[in-house]
């Protein structure tokens, strides 16, 4: 059960409120958001409304009974809209196109990637600075010199951040140089993170888990949520299955699936997804036509010479053609009327 609260509600109202619930049986936890506060009621057995429903404070109840409550779409049915500012955004009804290289790796890579977004009108890159690598000796990333590098282009091309966090002390010092924090699939259930990136005022991208389930993934989001932080954004990026002809296995099944259980925006990442080059395009286009709200990929301007990923990474003239091909399938999803 959520309970929205109005807002300003006062103490003795909320006391009240909190008792009641007890009473029936139902455990409470308290959630504060920059958007509302809510109360989670968890609890065995029918609740009567009734109950509760005549006292002050409350703005409206919601039986809710999935396990994930806050980013079920049985309470909010009007999707999430992600405003980042100057006009970017990532919500339903739109398309957002995320690109960039798997890793920063120095000034002018990022000049040189700039320029080709903008060139493609993609105003979302995407780009690693800590760098989770299966291997030690891998490289691992250029870490905050690389962000602030970073930063300073983007800004004042007005491009958009988009970059993974692995651990809580990094967050703070990242927090006034990124757009969209990622929660890398290896990090889909370090929950102290996500407990974390509840409490900042900026949006995350979560990243389906290597073996996690959908289920998994909407939980990971809820923590977020009732940490503080609506401003989420779920990534289906592929999961590991059986099958060793690709790196991944992207299940587009869970783009209609979490677009019908949440109402979080959904993106696709066809790059880890399946993980081989030319490939890329095919699952971008599928993911769109999955009812993806983004799509976010791997670009670089020479990616056989590429720090990581560059098996799986698009070169700019992929890349610009993906873009238009992303827009010009979206366009035509829009007249189905059965997506
Ligand atoms: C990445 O985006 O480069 C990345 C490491 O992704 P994932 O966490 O999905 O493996
Ligand atoms: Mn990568």
Redesign the pocket.
Known sequence: MIIQLQPGISARDREALMDQVNKVGYKITQVKTQAGEYLIGIGKGEFDIRSIGHLNGIQDIHIVSDDYKLVSKKWKVKPTSIDLGDGVSIKDGDMAVIAGP?SIESEEQIQHTIAHLKSNRINLM?G?VF??RSSPYSFRGMGMEGLKLWYKHAKAAGIKIVT?VMQVSQIEEMHDYVDVF?V???NTQNFNLLDELGKIDKAVMI?RGISGTIEELLQSAEYVFSGGNEKLILCE?GIRTYEKASRNTLDLNAVPILKTKSHLPVVV?PS?GIGIRDYVAQMALAGVMAGADGVIYEAHEDPDNAYS?GQQTLNFAQSALLADQIRKTFAMRKTFPLL
């Open positions: 798997c995407r690693g760098k989770p993974e990622q890398g699939a290896r990243k990026r990442d880890h990923d």
